[in-house]
């Protein structure tokens, strides 16, 4: 019975001279989500709406599924769609969507009517009240109340006529590409798909590096690193992802540092390498999963430090969050069963007993020196040697 999509987005931020930049993007990002669906689809804008139209048999699980990814959505409604709009097939229409949609008839309703095309012979309100005359007289536990309905049937007239009146939540945000691009520094752990997640929900664009410490980091782990970006990227769309070999950076600081400063001058190269890679790639940001105070390398202190060696934005979306609330999400965007897989990250091998928790940046700086001697080197080998994989949803 649904042959269409009416597609609900937000209009905060989206007014003016860019909202056909936000629509061309939304139009962009529902395509390609519904690339993955069973069926075939168009996808346009007209007068300020944006519909999916069904151009064959489709999978509506699928289809309303791969709608509830897209960024930008605020909701949207399954639609019937009339191709002839004259009073007597709009009646034998609602007719239908009601039998259809609704197997109890026990609820209160209202028309509502638009009319996009003016010729018509009634005005809306005259179609309202013979549409809803109508549904009354066909069934009649229907009762109307136009105050409070619980079911508020709408109908569109236009060249074809689209009834509905459902309304499925989108995950709201803005579509993906109209902010930008940012380098998400992505583990194998709870936290940093999360932290994309949201900062791509506001419409930026995600590329992505992971620091592999291979052999004290199997090839699983690494795996585990593309499935989790995998899951991302159903909401993002395809993740460049750049897995570096941290490998000799990681051995070499740990023969010359002092091993409670060991994470906190790890976590410098790794924000050094991404934000040179993020450079490379025209991101204008970094980000990352750390929540004040969740680790000894992220209090305050060891934020600032770490935080010291970039020039661009940081963004921390889960900065004030509770380990919990990040989990609550981390289930529901899917990344959670596979983030606790137990293969090891690179940070859990080295980690001291007792890593600083204070650290100052003067001593971590001076610490650092100790490393000029081959660091360069290992810092350049180490970018030389990048792989990038091309990490897609299906
Ligand atoms: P996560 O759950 O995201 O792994 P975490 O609680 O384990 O976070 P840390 O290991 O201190 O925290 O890492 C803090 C942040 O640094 C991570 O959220 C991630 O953005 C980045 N990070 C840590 N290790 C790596 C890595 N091996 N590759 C890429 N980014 C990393
Ligand atoms: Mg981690």
Redesign the pocket.
Same mark, same amino acid.
């Given at each position: 019975m649904y042959k269409a999509f009416l597609i609900k987005y937000g209009e905060i931020g989206i007014k003016g001279k860019n909202r056909h930049l936000f629509e061309d993007a939304l139009v962009k990002q529902i395509k390609n989500a519904l690339k993955f669906v069973d069926g075939e689809f168009k996808v346009t804008k007209e007068q300020g709406r944006v519909y999916v139209e069904a151009l064959s048999e489709f999978d509506y699980e699928e289809t309303t599924a791969a709608l509830k990814n897209v960024f930008g959505i605020v909701a949207f409604c399954p639609v019937m769609i009339c191709d002839k709009t004259d009073i007597e097939s709009l009646k034998e229409n609602a007719v239908r969507f009601i039998e259809g949609s609704y197997p109890d008839k026990n609820f209160s309703f209202k028309v509502h009517t638009r009319r996009g095309d003016k010729h018509y012979p009634l005005d809306s309100m005259q179609i309202s009240a013979l549409l809803g005359e109508v549904l009354l007289e066909k069934f009649s536990e229907l009762k109307v109340d136009v105050h409070n309905p619980e079911v508020m049937l709408e109908v569109e007239v236009r060249s074809r006529a689209f009834i509905y009146s459902q309304e499925i939540k989108g995950p709201g945000g803005m579509p993906v590409g109209t902010a930008g691009k940012a380098m998400l &520094? &992505?583990?194998?752990?709870?936290?940093?798909p999360v932290?994309g997640y949201m900062v791509a929900k506001r419409g930026v664009k995600i590329d992505a590096?992971?620091?592999h410490a291979p052999p004290y980091t199997s090839e699983r782990a690494k795996q585990k690193v593309i499935d989790l970006a995998k899951i991302v990227s159903r909401y993002t769309g395809p993740i460049y992802l750049k897995v570096v070999n941290f490998t000799d950076i990681q051995m070499y600081i740990y023969e010359k540092c002092k091993h409670e400063e060991l994470t906190i001058i790890m976590?410098r190269y790794?924000m050094r390498i991404a934000e040179y890679f993020a450079n490379e790639t025209q991101c204008i940001g970094l980000i990352?999963?750390?929540s004040i105070g969740?680790?000894a390398?992220?209090t305050t202190q060891a934020l600032a430090v770490t935080n010291a060696v970039c020039d661009m934005p940081v963004y921390r979306p889960l900065i004030a969050f509770d380990k919990q609330e990040i989990i609550d999400r981390a289930v529901k965007i899917g990344t959670y069963e596979t983030s606790i897989l137990p293969y090891e990250?690179?940070?859990t091998i080295f980690v001291a007993k007792h890593p600083v928790t204070k650290p100052q940046r003067k001593t971590i700086e001076k610490s650092e020196m100790k490393l000029s001697e081959k660091i360069d080197e290992l810092v350049k080998n180490a970018i030389d040697t990048t792989e990038t994989i091309i990490v897609r949803a299906q």
């Open positions: &520094l &992505l583990s194998g752990g709870i936290d940093s932290a590096v992971y620091f976590r790794m990352t999963g750390e969740q680790v390398s992220q990250d690179c940070c």
